[in-house]
């Protein structure tokens, strides 16, 4: 194969085609949209259109979406109400959060098992009426995806507002705002084949939201700032076309059960977070081989034309270990022997089959190299 196999969906998705030709089709549409003259009233229509789209995508009120510029400015901005709410005393968050929740503000870390599930009766334990609690819906490393409905239920029984940081499971699960009594959720645009620079954040209507961005009172005064009707089509369009989401995750689910029969083979490798559908994201695979550094392992990967990550994008150029593969359990040493695959659209079995290929073959020429055989 000649050309890059890209293998890091987790960190970011290509721009759909359909996506672009929308937002192409708009490229006039070029006006303030608090503007009050007819460019303007017709930007408003596109922007306003475009929250309907994913409002609906969600269960929600159009009035509860609003336009961000990505998922750390939707997590800042939730986060932010504990200096802000003054009935808000504490943080609760999970041990294996993103770092734009792990790294914003002092917080209480709820466990998590070896699979990456939180601990349900420390939560029930700790959360009341004075706490915000934070958790991933879908986590980028591992994937495992957590038990949203009954978290929802221990932290409403007992008056806690809840945040779910939802920006790799929006577009991948089933999300309804009607059927999960969440109070603020968390999604992106450029995770599910749309543009980049734009984020969404529901906020349930009548729950009080301090805003992170003040100055100008867009976004029903929830976001100040010029907002962005093109970037909003386009991010739209992107929720349109995620309608085979459940057939998607199936597709890959296959690829990457057939992935981990190949890599089996290999002494000394393991898979972290859940192992079961419907449990943890399809296109995601967290592998750890046991005496193999990661840099290694994607330097290696990279020269063969095969893009994967060490970690999550957001903290891979650190050296320390990943937070979220320590609070499952392994060391730091294992964590740093640690890789991310993660599939998207374009992916296709037989890229998996040379991926699984060259896999092996640099492990074993390492290991051979270092026997001196």
Known sequence: MNKSIYL????????????????????????????????????????????????AFLDAKSQEIVFTSGGT????AVLSQ????????????????????????????????????VDLDFLEKKCDSETLVSIIWANNEIGTIQNAAKIAEIVKKNGALLHFDAVQAFGKIEISAKEIPFDFLSFS?????????????????????????????????FRAGTANQWLACGFAKAVELRKNKALEQKVFWEMRESLIGKLKIIDGISFNGSQEFDKTLSGTLSITISDIENEIIALRLDNAGICISKGSACSSQKVRASSVLTAIGLSNSAAARTIRVSLGKQTTPKEIDFFAEKFTEIVQNIRKSRNGS
Not at 27 to 53: D, K, M, T, V, Y
Request: glycine share 8%; aromatic share 10%; with cysteine.
């Open 8 to 55: 890091d969906y987790n960190a970011t998705t290509p721009i759909d085609k359909e996506v672009l030709q929308v937002m192409n089709a708009e490229i006039e549409n070029f006006a303030n949209p608090a503007s009050s003259h007819l460019c303007g009233q017709n930007a408003e229509n596109l922007l306003e259109n475009s929250r309907e789209i994913i409002a």
């Open 73 to 76: 400015e939707s997590n800042n």
């Open 82 to 117: 504990i200096f802000k709410n003054k009935k808000i005393k504490k943080l609760l968050i999970s041990s294996i959060e993103h770092p734009s929740v792990s790294e914003y503000a002092d917080a209480e870390k709820n466990p998590v098992d070896n699979w990456g599930f």
């Open 189 to 221: 645009s450029h995770k599910i084949y749309g543009p980049r620079g734009i984020g969404g954040l529901f906020v349930r209507e009548f729950v009080e939201f301090f805003p992170l961005i003040i100055g100008g009172g867009q976004e029903s005064g």
